[in-house]
């Protein structure tokens, strides 16, 4: 279908670290080709040049935090035709939902020397809990070459075709042992998504969950196997608390595990 120029892209930062805005800084040659197929509108973190909405592609790193920002996602769905999500802090909430599973108001007391200039919610929740989203690109932070699927599907009209099985299967791609069967390691590849390529195992190291959970995780069966290498249940709290510990299986499985 014919289009009036470049389709609008715009870029937008809720609480987050910036690191999946980054990653498409980090395209290099591929941003080249990208910039000459869409319009860059709205960019804050690579331009103060601003071009007006509406927008045909938005794409949204960061969780909701703020009363401000629970406002201001709505005001960005409606100049998006398409709206994607990046990373784990709009997927899923991010490493800042810690704060779900404690009194948000006792962190502030002990991080802030005038709490009452803190205007914050209770929660640290995913975009998609406030607005309809297109599609979600997981990752902490995203993998470029993802991420450059994503627009190539969006600029095609398709569906972005990115991995939904575990991360084992990266391992077993990579020819990799798996290091918790040879080395007794904890590893939660076995629940999360691909998509880093099995770094961490690659290093002799268990995953730590990146990319959230894959689309079917027995997080039960991970734990009864952590448990027999001698992990206790706090541990296994923390593994599953850290950057998308709101993700509804992450979220429910260390709930079981609390004491």
């Known amino acids: ?76 769905r409606r100049a998006s035709k398409f709206l994607v999500t990046i990373g784990a802090c709009a997927t899923s909430g991010g490493i800042q939902a810690l704060r779900n599973f404690r009194d948000v108001k006792e962190f502030i007391s002990i991080v802030y020397a005038t709490p009452s200039y803190i205007e914050t919610l209770r929660t640290s929740t995913p975009i998609a809990d406030h607005v309809p989203v297109d599609f979600e690109l997981r990752g902490c932070p995203i993998n470029k070459q993802q991420l450059v699927e994503v627009i190539s ?20 791609q990579r020819e990799q042992v798996c290091v918790m069967v040879a080395r007794g390691i904890p590893c939660l590849g076995p629940v999360t998504q691909a998509g880093c390529g099995a770094l961490c195992p690659g290093y002799n190291r268990g995953c730590y969950g990146c990319y959230g959970p894959m689309e079917t995780p027995n997080t039960r069966s991970l734990s009864g196997w952590w448990g027999r290498l001698g992990v206790k249940e706090q541990e296994l709290v923390r593994a599953f608390r850290s950057f998308n510990a709101a993700a509804e299986p992450f979220r429910r499985e260390s709930e079981l595990h609390e004491r």
């Open 1 to 76: 279908m014919a289009r009036r120029g470049k389709p609008k892209l715009a870029v937008w930062k809720f609480a987050s670290c910036d690191g999946c805005q980054l990653t498409l800084l980090d395209c290099e040659d591929e941003l080249l080709a990208l910039a000459g197929e869409l319009e860059i509108a709205n960019f804050p973190e690579a331009s103060r040049a601003v071009v007006k909405g509406p927008y045909d592609l938005s794409l949204v790193e960061g969780s909701v935090t703020t009363p401000h920002d629970a406002e201001r996602i709505h005001q960005v």
């Open 153 to 172: 599907a969006f600029l095609n009209g398709r569906k972005p075709n990115t991995p939904r099985h575990s991360v084992c299967l990266e391992c077993k």
